[in-house]
């Protein structure tokens, strides 16, 4: 089981807006602005979406953004397109793991 | 531009031993931690360890389920970081990352497979 939990699955329809959430606690998630969200798509390396909660690095779309309620994170990507159809998985800093804690990845279906 | 590249995948019988190499270039390689992780076919990532920067030690830390029969290193003056993997079981069968950074990681390898069957 990992230590912080993400839905399964979510869908969208193209252009639509879909939100993926991470749920940790006050150790990790809750505790420090160190939230990331990677990308990966099959048989692929994942890819860095976003750092520090709600920054992107350069070249990622402005479609996506992160943000951050209490011990939990969020990962909204805007108008929907099929090309964001891939699992995600968020990370964040922990206090009790010197490793940090990971999400169980979440698939995007796009409709 | 960064690249990691990692190396040394391979089919190898439960109980042998496999070392897997991650060559990076394009960075000051010393001055960033590693990571490594795994992915089980059809599974998530999974967080196998880390080689703090040269600068901060270089000390290791490692996930439970690996403690004790993987060992990660670095050599700087080749850039290159090592998984050192020991007593293989058929559950370790995986494609395995090597990722710059501890917390962070914003450059990945491509991945290399290593099977452990009979």
């Known amino acids: 089981q990992s230590a912080l939990t993400q839905p399964a699955s979510v869908s969208g329809s193209p252009g639509q807006s879909i939100t993926i959430s991470c749920t940790g606690t006050?150790?990790?998630?809750?505790?420090?602005?160190?939230v990331s969200w990677y990308q990966q798509y099959p048989g692929k390396a994942p890819k860095l979406m976003i750092y520090?909660?709600?920054n992107r690095p350069s070249g990622v779309s402005h479609r996506f953004s992160g943000s951050k309620s209490g011990n939990t994170a969020s990962l909204t990507i805007s108008g929907l397109q099929a090309e964001d159809e891939a699992d995600y998985y968020c990370?964040?800093?922990?206090?009790?793991?010197?490793?940090?804690?990971f999400g169980g990845g979440t698939k995007l279906t796009v409709l | 531009e960064v690249q990691l590249v990692e190396s040394g995948g391979d089919l190898v019988q439960p109980g042998r031993s496999l070392r897997l190499s991650c060559t990076a270039s394009?960075?000051?390689?010393?001055?960033?931690?590693l990571s490594w992780f795994r992915q089980a076919p059809g599974k998530g990532l999974e967080r196998l360890g880390h080689?703090?920067?040269?600068?901060?030690?270089?000390?290791?830390d490692y996930a439970a389920s690996v403690k004790g029969r993987f060992t990660i290193s670095r050599d700087d003056s080749k850039t290159i970081a090592y998984l050192q993997m020991n007593s293989l079981k058929t559950e370790d069968t995986a494609i395995y990352y090597c990722?710059?950074?501890?917390?962070?990681?914003?450059?990945w390898g491509q991945g290399t497979l290593v099977t452990v069957s009979s």
């Open positions: 520090d909660v709600s």
């Open positions: 990370a964040s800093f922990a206090s009790g793991d010197t490793l940090g804690v």
């Open positions: 006050s150790s990790d998630v809750g505790g420090y602005n160190s």
């Open positions: 394009g960075f000051s390689f010393g001055d960033y931690a």
């Open positions: 990722a710059r950074g501890a917390y962070r990681f914003e450059f």
């Open positions: 080689i703090r920067s040269t600068p901060t030690g270089g000390t290791t």
